[in-house]
């Protein structure tokens, strides 16, 4: 069982996933915002986040908060980070897989909303494969 | 609303916008040019000085043959023009370095006083000049004209004007210095008279300088308003670069923004619906479960439908010069958008096998990407379950990327074939096998197709499968676009095999 942060100001679809999680058998958090995010993160060590991108308060905020844990908090560099959005590849200014990088997109994988739950649970169980090894 | 509190209250004023800035026509031009164009330009007059250097030096030289001077009517030179092509030397070599120093370290903006510096320098050389060749027996005297009229284009009306009145003063200074005996008058040719004092003809000296002053106030006054006019008009097309390259830019952001918020809530819906029919929150009876499968399926459909119409209108509206045309490898974007269409194919049980060579191509990267997800999509979702997607790309004989992308689907009918890349096309059967589809992706890819000249050639079976291939252009600079794609711009091909 694994501690899963879940940070999406999209309190319905968190709820959703965070349901399908504990279903799988981890231990759940959901935050709605960035800010609450840092806290429970320096409170509690998650052992994978999930990250919305845009939130009412910066269309960026999840890139943001990516760099931010990957270089700023050195006690939680190693935790994998598991991007959820809504907008895609697909657009001018999107972002997919291929952009993911240490400086930019720092981030572990990538999935597209909407998103399948069991995909979602799989991501996730391989995320946790990942990292333990 | 501000909220009211017993020691002070909390108030809040909103904001207005900044105001526009100046509109067409309100640029004045007057101001002089940014330092770091003029720094080129010091640059630039620099090297025009070496070319002055030259002339006077090679008349320098000629002195020492007088009689080669005498024989087409010149006085000897003596030294004059090789003493002021060595002032001209030192005072170049000192200005070019200063200005290579203000470059290198980046920050020009001691440009402007290099440039007085340099003016000045030239003025006063050229008053030497023009008493030595003669300052009222030659015509030397326009030469001040080239001061007056570069004057005008690199700095501003004021400056320009100030430069035309020392030249004024130094022309007339010489006048009077010679007239004083202060320096004997002198004249480059060997038959001119001797001139006299000004007071034994005073009129000839006084409306000569006249008419000089006038000429040369009068070339300042056109040239100066002339610069204003252009500089004005540089102003106007600059700020309407900045708002068009600032739009450009706020409506991507909107787009993203609209996106996000039309589809998020889509995404919390299917969600929902999905634990619900997994029968994680219970079993549901079967009726209930079949409506929930129909919100699940609208839902999913709706927000795709949503990201396609908002993809679509934007493609409409873009111009393909606007946008940032880049070096690209193909097999680069195929990867990453292989990448975006990994879970749909998961869900179908679909596999995608890749062979990518790096291949290189011209292009917008956001709208590449868009077009092979758009075809990645659809051979994923009118594959069979459990069917294979076969994606190549390889260098092609001109140099081009070429690309296939192949399923072994649905297929396309060969009569249904020309009208797959209308806007809301969908064949029957692709309706019946993939409900998630909004009919608009391969209208995307048109637009792509045709912004790019991509040559597309599609060929399909009825229940066989569908192949794309794709011939991109080759590399080059933006500017020179293929031209055999140039002609075939409407380079879309379907064929029935």
Redesign the interface.
Known sequence: MAYVLIVDDDEDFAAAAAKALAIAGHEVRVELDTASATKSMDARRPDLIILDVMFPENASAGFELARFIKHEKPGLKDVPILMLTAVNVKFPLGFGTGDADDVWMPVSDFIEKPVDLNVLQKRVAALLRAAAK | MAANNESSAAVYELPLPAGPPAAAGEADGHARLPETLLLKNVLWFCHLRWAVVAILGTFGLLGLFPQVLAHVGLRPTADWPLVAAGILVAGNLAFSGHARLLKESGVPRYAHINLWGQIVFDLVVLTGVVHYAGSLETNITFAYLFHIVLACIFLSGTESLAVTLIACVLYMAVLAAEDAGLVAPQTLFAGAPPRLPIAAEPWIPIWNLALALFIWLAVWYLTSHLAAMVRARDEELGETNRRLEAALEER??H???T??EL??????????T??LL?G??GPLPDEARAFVQRISTR??RL?NEI?EMV?LA?LRSESQGTLPHAALDVA??L???I??V??LA??RKVIIEADLAQARTVGVE??L??LF??LLGNAVGYSYEGGRVRVRCRPGEGGGPEVVIEDHGIGIPADKLPRVFDEYYRTDEAVRHNKQSSGLGLA?VRHVAEEHGIRIRVESCPGAGTTFHLRLAVEREPSEPDSENKENHDGLRADCR
């Open positions: 991507s952001r787009m993203l923004r996106t996000h589809k998020a809530p889509f995404a919390a819906i299917h969600a929902t999905q634990l997994d994680q929150c839902c999913r927000a990201q993809q934007n680069e974007i990867r990453g958008c990448g975006q990994k879970p998961e869900e956001e709208h990407k868009m997800a758009n995307i």
